[in-house]
């Protein structure tokens, strides 16, 4: 059995350990479940993943509950779809999304989940940004894959629903090296129907837009929505065309924040990246490595964030020979060796 320390690394770290073991077949106990955090332990979202995970594969777990420190997780050989997640809290349905998304990936049947909870919250993907920026992305990997958005789901009642269906699919080795030249900026608008009346998506997609036009950079609005929530929200997303990949920089409308200040954040975010020569955002670096190591190949990473460490040595830990070597212009490039699926012919 695999022993993990959870002490300095969040929820991912969990949620990635969980889909490396289905995958290798690979049983585990982690301890220290988010010892770095104010409220360290298992949270509801870090539960629903650790069920999800269990419940597709017939895993037998010890600790699952909420507040627990310390989980222990042998794989079953039980492959099982559709399934149901549900987070009765905020909790980041696109979290959830992230736990099964790589397992599916490398699983020769097509995996279908419906998850509820929070579809546009802090500290996780946005649907949009899910949906528009990282399955895209994965697409050019091999990745058939798409997320549905039944309804959308803002802090704090959450309430919102989306479906994933990932269909058999072959990784490629990963070659994301280099941007090319950028084609144009997409803006995506949302927010509660309650804000129609202040006009909150609109402001929100037009001051975004103003902003890229004086940057001199090819905007369109793309889409503008007011949707029935539980909860009064609003997001915007930035998708980055360029020639070989595809980026994303979302804000969150929230209490005492200006429609425009929501979409500033967004556009500061954009810039910032403009201005740099990595091929993904910071936030999908993260998200790519477990990815990276079931298909091998290479990426190359705006920085090195604590998520980033934290996940190459998990990843390490595994089985995958990955390294992150720093290049002359800041960026690093992240290498991985092939993690073999339990099974396959080797």
């Not at 969990?14 to 982690?30: E, G, K, N, Q």
């Not at 539960?47 to 010890?62: G, I, P």
């Not at 905007?219 to 994303?248: C, I, K, P, Q």
């Amino acid at each position: 059995m695999l022993e993990l320390d959870g002490a300095d690394g969040g929820g991912q770290l969990l949620r990635t350990a969980l889909s490396l073991a289905v995958v290798t077949d690979t049983p585990f106990r982690i301890e220290s479940i988010r010892n770095d955090r104010p409220n360290p332990g298992l949270a509801a979202q870090h539960l629903a993943a650790v069920q999800l995970a269990a419940s597709y594969c017939d895993a037998e777990v010890e600790g699952a509950e909420l507040g627990a420190d310390t989980v222990t997780f042998v794989p079953g050989s039980e492959r099982r779809s559709p399934l149901e997640a549900h987070v009765d809290t905020a909790g980041s349905v696109t979290l959830l999304c992230d736990t099964l998304l790589p397992v599916a990936a490398v699983d020769d049947d097509p995996v279908q989940l419906t998850a509820t909870g929070g579809t546009d919250v802090k500290w996780a993907p946005t649907a949009a940004y899910y949906r528009r920026v990282k399955l895209p992305l994965l697409a050019t990997q091999g990745l058939d894959a798409d997320l549905t958005v039944d309804r959308t789901g803002f802090y704090p009642a959450g309430g919102g629903e989306v479906t994933l269906t990932v269909a058999s699919s072959s990784l490629s080795r990963f070659d994301i090296d280099d941007r090319g030249d950028l084609e144009r900026v997409d803006v995506y608008s949302k927010a509660a129907a309650d804000l129609a009346d202040r006009e909150v998506a609109d402001r929100q997609a037009t001051q975004a837009a103003e902003r890229l036009d004086e940057m001199g950079v090819p905007a369109d609005v793309a889409r503008v929505d007011y949707v029935e929530a539980e909860s009064l929200g609003s997001s915007l997303l930035l998708r980055a065309t360029y020639d070989h990949t595809v980026a994303g920089f979302s804000a969150l409308g929230e209490r005492g924040r200006t429609s425009e200040d929501v979409a500033d954040e967004a556009v500061d975010a954009f810039e910032s990246f403009r201005a740099g020569t990595a091929p993904v955002d910071e936030h999908m670096a993260d998200q790519l490595l477990v990815l990276l190591a079931f298909a091998g190949g290479r990426i190359r990473i705006p920085r090195l964030t604590d998520h980033v460490r934290t996940n190459l040595e998990l990843v390490g830990a595994f089985g995958s020979d990955i390294e992150a070597t720093p290049q002359p212009d800041g960026t690093y490039r992240v290498r991985a060796s092939r993690i073999r699926p339990f099974g396959e012919d080797h």
